[in-house]
C-alpha cells in the first residue's frame, strides 16, 4: 500500500494506492465467436449468457466479417471455470490467455485501443 499527499488549491488529500500483490491475480483470455458480428453489446450479451454468474470484464472487441475477437479479464480463481464454459460452447472458442494483456494481443494482432472517456 503506497499513501500519496496531494496538494490541491483548496485542500490536500491523501491517496492510498493499492500495491500490486493486493490487487488481486487475474487471467486475460482471448475467444473467437463465430457467426457473431453485432459489436461490443451483441458480445457482451453472449458471454454473458454463456458464463452465468461468473464475473468477467470485456476489454476489446473487434468484429470481423464473420466473427468477433474478443478479449476478456476474469479472476484467477474462476479461469478454469470460465475456459469450461467457453469449451462446452458451440459458437466461442478461446485462443489463447495469459496473465498480461499485451501478450493475448500480440497472438490475436490487435492493436491497443484508446477508449475516450
Do not use: P
Not at 476489446?60 to 464473420?66: E, M
Not at 464454459?85 to 492493436?111: F, H, N, P, Q, W
Amino acid at each position: 500500500m503506497t499513501v500519496q499527499l496531494v496538494k490541491g488549491d483548496l485542500f490536500e488529500v491523501l491517496v492510498v494506492k493499492l500495491g500490486k500483490a493486493a490487487r488481486g491475480k487475474h487471467r486475460w483470455i482471448g475467444l473467437t465467436i463465430h457467426g457473431q458480428k453485432n459489436g461490443r453489446d451483441a458480445c457482451d450479451e453472449v458471454l454473458t449468457k454463456q458464463l452465468g454468474g461468473l464475473k468477467f470484464q470485456l476489454y476489446d472487441c473487434i468484429s470481423d466479417s464473420n466473427h468477433v475477437s474478443a478479449i476478456i479479464k476474469v479472476a484467477l480463481g474462476d479461469y478454469r471455470e470460465v475456459l469450461t464454459r467457453i469449451e462446452s460452447a458451440d459458437l466461442i472458442s478461446s485462443r489463447t490467455s495469459s496473465g498480461k494483456i499485451r501478450l493475448v494481443r500480440e497472438r490475436m494482432e490487435i492493436a491497443k485501443t484508446i477508449r475516450k472517456s
